[in-house]
Nanobody, 129 residues
Framework: QVQLVESGGGSVQSGGSLRLSCAAS????????MGWFRQAPGKEREGVARIDSDGSTTYSDSVKGRFTISQDNAKNTLYLQMNSLKPEDTAMYYC???????????????????????WGQGTQVTVSS
């Protein structure tokens, strides 16, 4: 069974940095598309960054140039390096994975042309001004 466990969240001041980690287990890690998402109180969940099985990456415009998604295939771990943090980055951050084909949907959460079918429990990031 697929399990995703995030860690690394916390409280930082504006301009600071954090690195989130997501330990994955229960599946062949390298065959899945992985991503980071966030949800602030009262707002919809949004995609932050995605990394495909071939290593290509995608970022939301709001984090481009500040955040970097990466993975260590040997450790089955996904990372999100967050630099130059802003108060508007405050949110619960989730790691997610999908093994669904691009463009395929069963009605679940769908963004970046993928339906994301496995989720971690989330880690809180709070950025103060």
């Amino acid at each position: 069974q697929v399990q995703l466990v995030e860690s690394g969240g916390g409280s930082v001041q504006s301009g600071g940095s954090l690195r989130l980690s997501c330990a994955a287990s229960g599946y062949t890690y390298t065959t899945y598309c992985m991503g980071w998402f966030r949800q602030a109180p009262g707002k919809e969940r949004e995609g932050v960054a995605r990394i495909d099985s071939d290593g290509s990456t995608t970022y939301s415009d709001s984090v481009k140039g500040r955040f970097t998604i990466s993975q260590d295939n040997a450790k089955n771990t996904l990372y999100l390096q967050m630099n130059s943090l802003k108060p508007e980055d405050t949110a619960m951050y989730y790691c997610a994975a999908t093994n669904r084909p691009k463009g395929f949907s069963t009605g679940g959460y769908y963004t970046w042309s993928y339906e994301w079918n496995y989720w971690g429990q989330g880690t809180q990031v709070t950025v103060s001004s």
